[in-house]
């Protein structure tokens, strides 16, 4: 079955330290990759999106994340992250047009001051 | 983009009870999905509402228990019926293909149900 694996439930990290945030999804011919935010009572909001070209895809808020095909893998990056960065972030991947998008379970990203 | 209202935003509801979610877009959608998210977990798509036909439900969810309906293009409602506190979670409403091409979803707030 098709899946989306986010390996860390939840990732403490202190402001302004760097942070990863990674997924890894089950292999297909050719996917379209998703990262949505979830900030406390509000709903899902689209941080970046890789579908097709550049490999490297830059989102909202300085977030990063790199398609990587051999390894199947979707990672996001910060370099520097800030107290409001404290959410639920969720990968999702589309694995053909017109199927609905797979979620992972979600990390929660925690800033400490 | 779109901008996606959903009614209401929060609600306490009696167990037995049945509760109407509205989802209104500011633009012509095809395709309009409702998803549950419970406590502490990620999305579950509970089934896919496109104007003019019924309603397809993914595995686990059923027609009488989450009654759908798409009048138009702009409007959906989920009904959550004889709810029971197993029923707790946030309910979303998202659609797709706002333009050729374009396959990301847009979401709105959710609607919080505590069933008690």
């Known amino acids: 079955a098709q899946s989306v694996t986010q390996l860390d439930s939840q990732v403490p990290v202190f402001e302004e330290a760097p942070v990863e945030l990674r997924c890894n999804y089950s292999s297909s011919v050719s996917v379209y990759l998703f990262w949505y935010v979830q900030y406390p009572n509000q709903g899902l909001q689209l941080l970046l999106k890789y579908l097709s070209g550049s490999t490297l895809v830059k989102g909202i808020n300085g977030f990063e994340a790199e398609f990587n095909k051999s390894q199947t893998s979707f990672h996001l990056r910060k370099p520097s992250v800030h107290i409001s960065d404290t959410a639920e972030y969720f990968c999702?991947?589309?694995?053909?047009?017109?199927?609905?998008?797979?979620f992972g379970k979600g990390t929660r990203l925690s800033v400490i001051a | 983009s779109a901008v996606i209202s959903q009614k209401p935003s929060r609600d306490i509801c009696q167990r037995g009870t049945s509760l109407t979610i509205q989802c209104q877009v500011d633009s012509q959608v095809t395709m309009m999905f409702w998803y549950r998210q419970q406590p502490g977990q990620s999305l579950t798509l509970i089934a896919t509402a496109n104007q003019g036909s019924e309603a397809t439900y993914e595995s686990g969810f059923v027609i009488d228990k989450f009654p759908i309906s798409r009048p138009n293009l702009t409007f959906s409602t989920l009904t959550v019926s004889n709810m029971s506190p197993e029923d707790s979670s946030i309910y979303l409403c998202?659609?797709?293909?706002?333009?050729?091409?374009?396959?990301?979803?847009?979401f709105g707030q959710g609607t919080r149900l505590t069933v008690v």
């Open positions: 999702a991947v589309r694995y053909s047009g017109n199927t609905p998008l797979v």
């Open positions: 998202s659609v797709e293909g706002l333009g050729a091409g374009d396959t990301e979803a847009f």
